[in-house]
């Protein structure tokens, strides 16, 4: 049976936010990602093995072997058993990640003032012969739209079954979108994200 599921999670450094807070821990910090995930997992993959297969190689470097970890710990409740040897692995499991810059908007509040004092009457200024604030309806300053530049953080993770010539068992993407660049701080949390 294929099943898929979107949704977007907010993930603390110590709970989940499911629609209500669990919090576990003290911290504040938190980021929210959008998880996509589509699955059809044969009956017996319970208990099964698994070995993650660098699909080239300059996957093999440092930083993807700290990925690779981070995969590794967030897949341990999913009852998939890490193989000692690569051979006797039933499934494969290949990690792609990366950040990519982009342009986005955001809207901020705009400057009242910008247009200089006195102008607007809601916000003091000159009225009539008279100097000093207005007594009437004190108004919110308008919303500008404003370019900001934006991360977009992604880790996708597929699991193959060796067993079923290599068709895909499992497929998932978390994406996090950040106005800094913080790819290294964020993919626990998006490894998280897609097991949980």
Not at 43 to 53: D, E, F, L, R, T
Not at 104 to 110: C, K, P
């Amino acid at each position: 049976m294929l099943t898929s599921n979107a949704y977007s999670i907010r993930l603390l450094c110590g709970g989940a936010f499911f629609g209500t807070l669990l919090v576990l821990g003290g911290c504040a910090s938190s980021i929210s990602a959008r998880v996509t995930s589509y699955q059809q997992w044969p009956a017996n993959a319970a208990g099964a093995s698994y070995v993650i297969a660098p699909a080239q190689e300059s996957d093999r470097t440092l930083e993807y072997q700290s990925v690779a970890d981070q995969v590794r710990a967030a897949m341990e409740p999913t009852g998939l058993i890490e193989a000692d040897d690569a051979e006797s692995a039933r499934f494969d499991v290949a990690i792609d990640y990366g950040s990519l810059t982009e342009q986005g908007w955001e809207q901020r509040d705009a400057d009242p003032f910008m247009g200089g004092w006195g102008i607007n009457p809601f916000f003091g200024g000159m009225y009539g012969p008279h100097w000093g604030w207005s007594t009437g309806v004190m108004m919110a300053p308008a919303r500008v739209n404003v370019p900001v530049q934006q991360y977009k953080n992604t880790l996708t993770v597929t699991i193959r079954d060796r067993s079923a010539h290599g068709a895909d068992v499992f497929q998932a993407s978390a994406v996090n979108v950040s106005e800094t660049d913080d790819l290294t701080a964020v993919l626990p949390y998006l490894a998280r994200a897609i097991f949980e």
